[in-house]
């Protein structure tokens, strides 16, 4: 079963799942296999059927599979696995022939499978070993020298002097030599001291080489074809284990090779099968030898190859068997992962030849792969201009540009003929040689420029292929690297020279590199992988000339503009992704990328933002990692950028693009506030609604995007950047924004007041507190500055009266007329931000610094009041600590985003448990990274608010007689003269020394009586102590019975409205209910359902239920004995007057306009419906659940009195 995963399910899965799903197989096989007796399974060894299933893990799966494969072996052969596995990869590659007595049940088993299988063996066998040995010292981790080769050496040293050895035996033994020094850790050691066993698998090599050329018979070429891959193979490794270990045989086969090449240039091709067999078995042999040539020979072999193409073979059926030798065997693979697997060609060799469709396939991976690592190699472009020029290949356009230019050109016109997996190979080709050889001088801009366009339409059109759900298949590495190409530096400084801004203007041309990324990113948010490919070779050449150079301007440099065009399009990007329940999938950043030297390399990407792997890490599964890591090389390239060498640290210059990008986020953010100022005719607004978009729509998430990346920006601002940045601000500021906006608004203007307040403060700051018909936000948001701003220059008082009076003078007179603000916090925020100020300096001082611009008595009174009040004092004593620890400097670099940061699973998608751990998390960081975005987990004018509150609420409680007359602290007084007056007068008249006495005592003493009582107080209907807390005892009262609760639980986790929640929760603590369940409980801190609730919550037990957990709580309420009554009409609904209620009772609302979910109701024993007559036949949802409450009430009542 998992051997057919791997092979038929797998590879039809989404590329950035498989991992995931790939490792849950594995343990799930893991599993079921623990505890089975181990032994033979039908017939076979199960280590045959271990190693099978091993061998069909995709080569590119296997690292992430290291550990559950061994914990899979281990489960399956017992504690000796790597025994049983090293027994039959000796058996495999034992040279003896046919079964004999003696023979174990394993050593037979080898000996009697086909080739092609026992290669499949031994594929699965190391990598077995390689498994089990992950973990493991000493000699497990000289596996191939001290396992493997001792296995397979009888073989080795008589592949080639001894003929008569079975070709199981060579094919196990030389694939599995070079494929387990290619995979264990001690292979490469090892491929260099076997110089012996080199030259007698050379010689092996060479002998059945010449025959797949056609220097033996006819039937040897057709015979050598299903080996030729591991043939390349063998030679490969064995020309880069080292010169020396190949001598002129490896000549040989090279020379043979080259001539049946320029044979087949220079005769008609006719297709005859084994002429395309011979012509592949050379070519696959030129590929693998290419890379070790001297100069002038792979300038001459790259030309060679270029020319070299491979006819259809005539007369054949493509799906036909190419070698149907019955001996040979099979081994069943799938073709997306033999011939489209990138990276499986450097362990596993060239994909089999079985069928004549594979011959065209391995020939086009052989040819461009080996151009590929020709092009890689240095000098290649210099040899090519010496070579003489080729003849034109047949099909191919003519150009009449000179050689070594044509060559350039006919390679970028190949695009239109070539497919995946080779066009990645030819992606590598173009960017080393064709983009020197087209884009300079010598050829004609005309030119270039068609071949530009050309390229960039071509290079788009083959990626948008590969999207969509009638894509053609194509791996990630083939995305990656077309992209690198499209992105590669050339290209885009061939588009600043030949696409300038003028002729675009006068042309009326688009940009076409431009043009292509943008489209590519609008696809990348609906289609899984594209932006990935493109963010990180875009971020490497748009950068890297960046790190270099930050003087100019950028307005001056429009090439400077368009890159901080496509910047902020990626700053602003949401890329699409997999979800899975509450977790989503997407590719690896420069995942499957083969060449990793070049644009879409992590090593490009790592120079440009260096944290770009572990940003990969910690947000690879969320639809942000394109922003984030766009976010961190431009914070990397400003930070850069700064001026060591200034004693203060000040930067001088910024750099251009980083500017160009801060201007085009700003521009972004005031069309989106002008919109929502000035929204379009067609849609209604109201005067008096606040210019804020809905949380988490479109609008709102754009907002949060470009601010943070602002703030993070901007706190690098020099002078000239801080002159634009803070006006754009204060136009923000004076607007209100929803609270997680402004938080970051705040930020930045605490960060650039503070470190230019010549610029802010007396042009920007105080004209904005005169506006005294701001909105409430608009002014606590102001006066948060004021306060950060007070604060840091009250730490050094005579300084900053010596060198800016003038400002501080200005500031303190506009935030004086705050202090008879109607809202609390801004008072109080005004309040602490003026005593701050004033004290540290001292009024005297402050006036005389001021002269007689203000009045000295008004500052001295004022001053006066703020110290000597105590409420004042205790008002400044909370809010002293939320200033203390506001530090904006730390909150506004990238680090407090990404590091002080939790990403989080889909709320929505999550279980009850899941968010109660994530809301526990949440309270140690400062952000939370939920839904796509990065979102505050506080902020500081929430903060602020809700410390302004619990003052003001202690105050109420502690003044107000009305409000709890046990509680405040004129009641306790009178209390406690009752009880002392009381026990003086029983002690006079008993003689005893102290007597007991309580509250309820003295209560009565205070309002009996014909005249009122002591107090003069009416006896009404208030506790006197406060009500009972919930889970709690009681407020005020040593002693106190409570009425027994209704056992009513009232569920409304359904209802998403927090007026209504609010209200019901008034009804339900009126009525005595038992609890109410609500979807979230942080409601209760929202000021709306406060002024409806009046305290209710305080005093009703309250749970959160979410809509994810609400039937697993519904069937808890009925193991408990509730019965179940939801409140909607349906087919079978009760007229709520004709209900009899259980005395347990859980009553279910619904949403506002949905109502019961279709899957809740079948849950419920019941539904009951409040008849209705008149027209809207709707009542609220707070209306009707306080009905029935009430019916439900009034039956139990009736029933108790009965």
């Known amino acids: 079963v998992l051997g057919f995963f791997f092979s038929s399910i797998?590879?039809?899965?989404?590329?950035?799942?498989?991992?995931?799903?790939?490792?849950?197989?594995?343990?799930?096989?893991?599993?079921?296999?623990?505890?089975?007796?181990?032994?033979?399974?039908?017939?076979?060894?199960?280590?045959?059927?271990?190693?099978?299933?091993?061998?069909?893990?995709?080569?590119?799966?296997?690292?992430?599979?290291?550990d559950p494969l061994a914990a899979l072996a281990k489960a399956t052969l017992g504690p000796d696995a790597m025994g049983h596995s090293t027994a039959l990869l000796r058996a495999l590659a034992d040279p003896g022939d046919g079964a004999c007595s003696g023979l174990s049940a394993v050593e037979t088993l080898g000996r009697s499978v086909t080739p092609m299988v026992a290669v499949q063996l031994v594929l699965g066998i190391v990598r077995l070993l390689w498994s089990l040995g992950a973990k493991s010292n000493g000699d497990n981790q000289r596996l191939c020298s001290s396992v493997v080769l001792p296995a397979i050496a009888p073989t080795l040293h008589n592949i080639h002097r001894r003929p008569y050895i079975p070709r199981r035996a060579k094919a196990a033994a030389v694939f599995s030599y070079v494929y387990a020094c290619a995979l264990l850790p001690d292979g490469s050691a090892t491929l260099e001291q076997q110089v012996e066993i080199h030259t007698e698998m050379l010689a092996y090599v060479e002998v059945h080489h010449a025959e797949a050329l056609g220097h033996g018979s006819a039937s040897g070429v057709i015979e050598e074809s299903s080996w030729m891959w591991l043939h390349a193979l063998l030679l490969r490794a064995l020309w880069q284990a080292s010169s020396s270990c190949v001598g002129g045989g490896a000549d040989g086969i090279l020379e043979s090779s080259a001539a049946v090449i320029n044979n087949h240039l220079k005769a008609v091709t006719t297709g005859e099968p084994q002429e395309v067999l011979v012509t592949l078995a050379a070519a696959s042999a030129l590929a693998a030898v290419a890379p070790k040539l001297d100069i002038d020979r792979r300038a001459r072999l790259f030309v060679?190859?270029?020319?070299?193409?491979?006819?259809?073979?005539?007369?054949?059926e493509v799906r036909f068997d190419v070698n149907d030798d019955e001996g040979l065997g099979h081994w069943q693979r799938n073709r997306l992962e033999e011939h489209y697997d990138l990276h499986r060609v450097d362990r596993e060799g060239l994909g089999r030849t079985l069928e004549w469709r594979d011959t065209m396939a391995v020939f086009l991976v052989a040819k461009w792969r080996a151009l590929a690592s020709l092009a890689c190699l240095p000098g290649l472009i210099t040899a090519l201009g010496k070579q003489p020029p080729a003849e034109q290949q047949a099909g191919a356009p003519v150009f009449e540009e000179p050689w070594p230019h044509r060559f350039g050109l006919a390679l970028l016109a190949e695009l239109e003929t070539l497919q995946p997996p080779h066009i990645a190979f030819w992606a590598m080709v173009?960017?080393?040689?064709?983009?020197?050889?087209?884009?300079?001088?010598?050829?004609?801009?005309?030119?270039?420029?068609?071949?530009?366009?050309?390229?960039?339409?071509?290079?788009?059109?083959?990626?948008?292929?590969?999207?969509?759900?009638?894509?053609?298949?194509?791996?990630?590495?083939?995305?990656?690297?077309?992209?690198?190409?499209?992105?590669?530096?050339?290209?885009?400084?061939?588009?600043?020279?030949?696409?300038?801004?003028?002729?675009?203007?006068?042309?009326?041309?688009?940009?076409?590199?431009?043009?292509?990324?943008?489209?590519?990113?609008?696809?990348?948010?609906?289609?899984?992988?594209?932006?990935?490919?493109?963010?990180?070779?875009?971020?490497?050449?748009?950068?890297?000339?960046?790190?270099?150079?930050?003087?100019?301007?950028?307005?001056?440099?429009?090439?400077?503009?368009?890159?901080?065009?496509?910047m902020v399009a990626l700053l602003l990007h949401q890329e699409a992704t997999i979800p899975d329940g509450a977790a989503q999938y997407a590719p690896n950043i420069a995942a499957g990328v083969v060449d990793s030297d070049g644009p879409g390399g992590n090593g490009s990407l790592a120079a440009v933002c260096p944290r770009a792997c572990e940003l990969g890490r910690k947000f690879g599964g969320t639809p942000g990692l394109t922003r984030i890591l766009t976010l961190a090389a431009l914070d990397c390239l400003a930070e850069r950028s700064s001026c060591d060498g200034n004693p203060r640290n000040e930067r001088t210059t910024l750099p251009t693009l980083v500017l160009a990008t801060l201007h085009g986020l700003l521009a972004a953010l005031r069309r989106a506030l002008e919109h929502l100022l000035r929204p379009p005719s067609s849609r209604r607004h109201s005067p008096a609604r606040p210019p804020t978009p809905m949380p988490m729509s479109s609008t709102h998430r754009m907002q949060l995007r470009a601010w943070q990346a602002v703030l993070v920006l901007g706190a690098h601002a020099d002078r000239a950047t801080a002159k634009f940045l803070v006006a754009e601000l204060f136009f923000h500021l004076s607007v209100t924004h929803v609270p997680d906006v402004r938080e970051y608004q705040e930020l930045l203007g605490c960060v650039l007041c503070g470190r230019f307040p010549d610029l802010a403060v007396e042009p920007l700051l105080v004209p904005a507190l005169k506006q005294f018909d701001a909105a409430v936000q608009v002014s606590a948001s102001l006066l948060i500055i004021v306060g950060y701003l007070f604060r840091t220059w009250a730490a050094s008082p005579k300084e900053a009266l010596r060198s800016q009076p003038e400002r501080i003078t200005a500031l303190v007179l506009a935030t004086v007329p705050y202090l008879s603000h109607n809202a609390a916090y801004v008072r109080g925020c005004a309040a602490w931000a003026y005593q701050e100020m004033v004290s540290a300096v001292g009024p005297e001082s402050f006036c005389a610094h001021a002269g007689g611009s203000i009045d000295a008595t008004l500052i001295q009174e004022l001053q006066r009041f703020q110290t000597e009040n105590r409420e004042c004092q205790k008002m400044r004593g909370r809010l002293k600590l939320v200033f203390t620890d506001f530090e904006p400097g730390p909150r506004s670099i990238l680090e407090c985003l990404v590091d002080r940061s939790l990403v989080l699973q889909d709320v929505s998608e999550s279980s009850q448990q899941q968010q109660q751990q994530q809301q526990q998390k949440q309270q140690q960081y400062e952000h939370v990274f939920a839904d796509s975005e990065f979102q505050p987990t506080s902020t500081f004018l929430s903060h602020l608010k809700r410390e302004v509150a619990e003052e003001m609420n202690v105050l109420w409680d502690r003044t107000d007689p009305s409000q709890y007359p046990s509680y405040s602290e004129s009641w306790q007084q009178l209390v406690a003269d009752a009880m002392a007056a009381e026990a003086m007068t029983h002690g006079a008249t008993t003689g005893a020394a102290r007597v007991a006495f309580s509250e309820t005592d003295a209560l009565d003493l205070m309002v009996g009586g014909a005249a009122g009582g002591a107090a003069g107080l009416q006896r009404k209907f208030v506790p006197p102590a406060a009500p009972e807390v919930a889970g709690g005892g009681a407020r005020g009262a040593t002693e106190r019975v409570v009425a027994r609760r209704m056992p009513l639980v009232v569920v409304a986790s359904l209802v998403d409205k927090v007026p209504n929640v609010a209200g019901l929760s008034r009804t339900c603590e009126v009525f005595n209910c038992e609890a109410l369940c609500v979807p979230n409980l942080k409601i209760t801190k929202d000021q709306v359902f406060q002024s409806i609730s009046v305290s209710a919550e305080k005093w009703l037990p309250m749970s959160e239920v979410t809509k994810v957990g609400l039937k697993q709580h519904l069937l808890e309420l009925r193991r408990q004995g509730f019965s179940l009554v939801g409140v909607e009409q349906t087919h079978s609904s009760v007229p709520l007057d004709s209900w009899q209620f259980a005395p347990s009772t859980a009553l279910v609302l619904g949403a506002e306009k949905e109502g019961i979910d279709a899957e809740v109701l079948p849950l419920l024993d019941a539904c009951v419906e409040i008849p209705q007559a008149g027209q809207l036949r709707s009542l609220n949802v707070h209306v009707s659940g306080s009905l029935v409450i009430w019916e439900y009430v009034r039956q139990r009542r009736a029933a108790l009195a009965t």
């Open 10 to 66: 797998l590879t039809k899965t989404p590329i950035s799942v498989r991992r995931n799903l790939a490792s849950l197989a594995v343990c799930t096989v893991t599993r079921l296999c623990e505890g089975a007796p181990a032994g033979d399974c039908g017939g076979d060894t199960l280590v045959q059927r271990v190693a099978e299933t091993v061998a069909s893990v995709p080569d590119n799966l296997l690292d992430e599979l290291q």
């Open 304 to 316: 060679l190859l270029w020319r070299c193409h491979l006819p259809r073979a005539r007369g054949v």
């Open 430 to 566: 173009v960017r080393r040689v064709a983009f020197p050889l087209v884009f300079t001088a010598s050829v004609a801009e005309d030119r270039q420029r068609e071949m530009l366009h050309a390229l960039c339409s071509g290079l788009r059109g083959t990626i948008l292929e590969a999207t969509g759900d009638s894509s053609t298949y194509m791996p990630q590495g083939c995305m990656a690297e077309l992209a690198a190409t499209l992105c590669d530096p050339l290209l885009l400084e061939a588009e600043r020279r030949l696409f300038p801004p003028t002729f675009c203007e006068q042309s009326s041309a688009e940009s076409p590199l431009t043009e292509a990324v943008r489209r590519l990113l609008a696809v990348g948010e609906v289609s899984v992988g594209v932006s990935r490919c493109v963010v990180a070779p875009l971020l490497a050449s748009l950068l890297r000339p960046s790190l270099h150079s930050n003087q100019g301007d950028s307005h001056e440099n429009p090439s400077e503009a368009a890159a901080a065009e496509l």
